[in-house]
């Protein structure tokens, strides 16, 4: 009344606000006033005027009220929305469907009529914004009716920030950054519905506000609150996920507040720098991956350089689980833990993936391994460490699970430990009898007071529900988190090679020369990569040849799982005494038979590590490698774009690798006529977490090169993007590696004779040489293929038998001789689980025929008659491809896109095969102008090289893969189970062939 200003809303001044955006976007007012605004259009009256019952006794709930309302402008024409929000300050209201005190109240005008709220803009905020971007304010821009917002339309480079809530948006827009305010994190999308119905019409879209920054070059960044409880924080980025993946054209990343304040404006109240934030932000992709990681138990919170002596902070009876930092002293808190245990009588068991990596560390704590028993005077009375491969009644160790009641089980490196195995091959055999083992131990060793010690720099949900689950009763898991993260002082420089372009462009040609340079001016270097064989460009065993080549005076070590076996080379057995080893040696390779658990902890000896990943190992094995050298010297760093290992169908969804991983099985089984499979043979707890920890690989090999370098990032590195290739390094490298591989063919081709006895006998013998691996190799070919030479030695190398495998069975004119062999497999995984089956190990191939069968394959490998893109037996393979891709990509693990024309999905599938349809060039028949492509199968008659896929079988090897089919059939002919002789099941067959042109 006195024209005195209003006082401005305290909670926006508090959450620093600038003061000129809430003046222009905030406005107090009564409950009344909020009344009218929320209910003026939907407020039901009676013929009198008066209120109805029900909305009179709301409007007397707002009487007692008071707040601000914030109404934001149409971003297109600057005007002022109808649509806004209440606040309540003072009074409170009660929601009657939650039956909980509200915050804040929207407008009740019915389903869809929300809008996002764009806060007016003051002149100073704007240019501060402009400047951030370096993005021109012009004259028309100022003069234009929408303002701000108008002009952020129109700059799609610059990037628009998601925010929960006005004022999380006004504290933001005050940092210079353009903030889009959703009213809840539901409320960017809209899932279109039947009219009068719940029922959903196609795939949600973004809500019409949020569509209009759906533009190329554009960049939405999610910053939503961080709730402490895991449930909350589940939803939250469920909303996340949902709404980013309605994005069709922008690039869209989260941004994640690092705690403990809930939203951004506290976060920047309590003196946050929000700079750090935005600046660590990553892809949706990388963070879907990131999420799979989380932990989300109420933890013990302590922040130690090193973890030290935490016995007083265990918990007899149930799992702790540790999570530390890489380089905290992990392995050596254990050796008090043991002590004391071996002091009062206590077993202790250890376990791990890794036979080195075992001894390694039963050495520095103070156990036997389990070779050692003998030698050692207690044998095994007071515990050992043992490979998980091991835990079953069978193994070595001979494990009874109700021996170890009230003992203690350690599992160090618990994440890497569970995925091993739950999906490595070295358990295939006993995968079940494993699972069983753990199970009844886990049981034993809780519910009789003792403990389990679990501990990983990496500690994620994943692997402490697998644990909590097998004890089959409640378990309670005492969490210790430590916080502690490199300082300055500990911190890495990272030259991380982001190499552009496709093929032969994305190499580390760069930092191979890079590190040439460095040895030869003096340097020592440590490089960890994820190979070995002599085939892979950037293993082990090709880098040797590279380095011997490029520093011929260097003294080179190469540590990988042939050489720590061989007691013949110097890198023997070397994980117990790594640390006196190095120190010889100007070049140390090492592949991740090294990779978690052992330190080189020695100083000033490196000069820098370096790191070439090619996608074969994770993102966060990745870092393992790159920390086994505990001093932060340099590291420089090139990782394959994408990983090439994905899991089941490749997706990043549990969900979705679990869906494809049963419903290849189930049709397999169904073409077995395996009716009575149960549930009950098979194990769900494993099942659901080999689901959980594919997907979470799959997610990060999917954009792997992204995902290590966030890792590196979130730990605490400064990361230094750099790109480039060396030319000469690249041709170089290629010239050792296909020499070195023809070298290993020919030394294996040429290695003595061996039968199976001694095969047998070599594969239980811990070491061996050089020569015993050769002939041992040699044996291997032979059985596999009827004969042994380079080109099949190669051949086998780049996985040909499983693609002439196929060839074979779909060449079987018996169906039943397939159904028979698949019967086989099923028996025995029957007979190795006691009764019960490990699903992911399945290797049955009835549905891969009966798919290829359907298709019509076998038309094209007859070698009559030639194929165009428009020939209608192409055509139609096309379509049947597209019309079940879901199913041929989880039976044939072939992705097909509508993006392919006909001829590329035909070929794809006789890729399969190893297999190609050749083409040339000729006139199209009666127009001179036009040509066309014709395709046709090549190797009809005998000649199969000329159809492979493969050079080395085109090349250098003619009838090769007739000659193993024959020595195929003849096994199969001496051993053939007769009694089987099923039709494929027409129903089958009528699901794949339904759809017809």
Not at 96 to 108: I, N, T
Not at 162 to 169: D, N
Not at 626 to 643: F, I, Y
Request: aromatic share 8%; glycine share 8%.
């Amino acid at each position: 009344m006195n024209g005195t200003p209003a006082p401005l809303p305290q909670d926006w001044l508090e959450s620093g606000v600038d003061p000129d955006i809430i003046r222009l976007n905030v406005e107090a007012v009564t409950g009344e006033q909020a009344f009218e605004f929320i209910y003026g259009l939907s407020a039901k009256r009676r013929n009198d005027g008066r209120l109805r019952d029900h909305y009179l006794k709301i409007y007397r709930q707002y009487q007692t009220l008071d707040g601000w309302e914030c109404h934001g402008v149409d971003p297109q024409t600057g005007e002022t929305m109808e649509w806004g929000r209440f606040r309540i300050t003072s009074g409170k209201l009660i929601d009657r469907h939650r039956g909980k005190a509200q915050r804040y109240v929207s407008p009740a005008w019915g389903a869809g009529s929300s809008r996002l709220t764009f806060l007016r803009v003051p002149t100073h905020i704007w240019e501060r914004i402009a400047n951030r971007y370096n993005v021109p304010i012009t004259e028309a821009d100022r003069a234009h009716m929408g303002g701000f917002w108008a002009w952020v339309l129109a700059h799609p480079e610059i990037p628009v920030i998601l925010a929960e809530g006005e004022k999380k948006a006004g504290a933001l827009l005050t940092q210079g950054f353009a903030v889009i305010a959703l009213p809840g994190i539901w409320q960017g999308y809209r899932n279109p519905k039947f009219p009068g119905s719940q029922v959903p019409i196609g795939r949600p879209k973004l809500h019409p506000d949020l569509a209009l920054f759906d533009a190329p070059g554009r960049e939405v960044v999610f910053c939503f609150d961080r709730e402490q409880e895991a449930k909350k924080q589940k939803t939250v980025n469920s909303a996340i996920d949902r709404t980013a993946g309605c994005f069709r054209q922008a690039r869209v990343t989260v941004a994640t507040l690092p705690g403990p304040q809930k939203g951004a404006d506290d976060f920047l109240a309590a003196g946050g720098d929000f700079e750090s934030v935005y600046e660590s932000r990553i892809s949706h992709k990388i963070w879907k991956g990131t999420q799979l990681w989380a932990l989300s138990h109420p933890a013990q919170h302590i922040c130690r350089r090193y973890l030290g002596d935490i016995r007083d902070m265990l918990r007899a009876g149930t799992i702790n689980a540790i999570k530390s930092h890489k380089g905290t002293g992990k392995t050596h808190s254990l050796k008090t833990i043991v002590a004391e245990n071996t002091a009062r009588g206590t077993r202790t068991l250890l376990l791990t993936h890794r036979i080195v990596l075992g001894q390694a560390i039963c050495d520095r704590v103070g156990l036997p391994w389990i070779q050692e028993l003998k030698q050692c005077q207690e044998g095994g009375l007071l515990g050992f460490g043992l490979c998980v491969d091991s835990l079953h009644p069978y193994g070595l160790a001979r494990i009874q699970p109700e021996e170890w009641a009230g003992a203690i089980l350690i599992i160090d490196e618990v994440e890497q430990v569970v995925w091993h195995l739950l999906n490595a091959s070295t358990c295939y055999k006993q995968r079940v009898a494993i699972l069983q083992t753990l199970r009844e131990l886990v049981r034993v060793i809780l519910a009789t007071g003792g403990q389990i010690i679990a501990q990983d720099a990496d500690l994620s949900d994943a692997s402490i529900d697998f644990l909590c689950q097998l004890a089959g009763f409640p378990v309670t898991p005492n969490i210790i988190l430590n916080d502690w993260q490199p300082g300055q002082e500990n911190q890495w420089k990272v030259t991380y090679y982001n190499t552009q372009g496709k093929s032969r462009q994305d190499c580390p040609s760069a930092l191979l020369a890079n590190s040439v340079s460095a040895v030869r001016a003096g340097g020592k270097i440590w490089t960890c990569v994820d190979a070995q064989k002599a085939k892979s460009l950037y293993g082990t065993k090709n880098l040797e040849r590279y380095y011997r080549r490029m520093c011929p005076d260097a003294r080179l070590l190469r540590i990988d799982s042939e050489t720590v076996a061989d007691p013949q080379h110097p890198a023997f057995a070397c994980a117990g005494h790594i640390n006196s080893i190095v120190r010889d040696w100007d070049i140390v390779i090492c592949s991740p038979s090294l990779a978690t658990g052992v330190s080189i902890d020695i100083r000033g000896h490196f000069t820098g590590v370096y790191g070439v990943f090619q996608g074969v190992i994770s993102a966060n094995e990745v870092c393992q490698s790159l920390a086994r050298v505990r001093e932060p010297v340099p590291r420089h760093v090139w990782v394959r774009r994408r990983g090439v290992s994905l899991v089941g169908d490749g997706s990043p969804l549990p969900a979705g690798v679990m869906r494809s991983v049963t419903k290849t099985a189930k049709a397999n089984l169904f073409l077995l006529q395996e009716a009575d499979f149960s549930e009950e043979e098979y194990d769900p707890i494993a099942l659901r977490t080999w689901a959980k920890l594919a997907a979470r690989h799959n997610a990060e090999a999917l954009y792997l090169r992204d995902s290590a370098q966030n890792r590196l990032q979130e730990e605490g590195h400064a990361v230094i993007e750099t790109d480039g290739t060396d030319g000469p390094t690249a041709e170089t490298v290629r010239e050792e590696r296909d020499a070195g591989w023809e070298e290993e063919a020919l030394a294996v081709t040429s290695a003595p004779d061996i039968s199976s006895s001694d095969c047998e006998r070599l594969q239980d013998k811990r070491t061996r040489t050089e020569t015993e691996r050769h002939s041992e190799e040699k044996y291997r070919l032979k059985s596999r293929y009827g004969e042994v030479s380079k080109t099949v030695k190669k051949l086998n190398d780049q996985k040909w038998y499983s693609q002439i495998r196929l060839h074979y069975l779909l060449s079987l004119a018996d169906w039943g001789q397939v159904q028979s062999a698949d019967r086989k497999q099923l028996a025995g995984a029957r007979e190795r689980g006691s009764g019960e089956v490990y699903i992911p190990d399945l290797r049955l191939n009835s549905a891969k025929i009966a798919i290829l069968r359907a298709l019509g394959v076998e038309r094209f490998l007859t070698g009559e008659g030639e194929f165009t893109q428009t020939s209608p037996e192409v055509v139609g393979l096309a379509q049947k491809c597209l019309a079940y891709r879901r199913d041929i990509k989880s039976a044939l693990n072939l992705a097909i896109s509508e993006k392919m024309s006909p001829i590329r999905i035909l070929q794809n599938v006789l890729g399969i095969l190893g297999l190609r349809l050749t083409g040339k060039q000729r006139r199209v028949a009666g127009d001179s102008h036009r040509r066309e492509r014709v395709y046709r199968f090549t190797g009809a008659d005998g000649d199969m090289f000329a159809a492979s896929s493969n050079r080395w079988e085109r090349e250098e090897a003619p009838d090769l893969r007739w000659r193993v089919f024959e020595y195929w059939a003849a096994l199969d002919a001496a051993g053939a189970d007769t009694s089987v002789s099923c039709m494929m099941s027409q129903q089958f067959f009528n699901l794949i062939t339904a759809y017809e042109t």
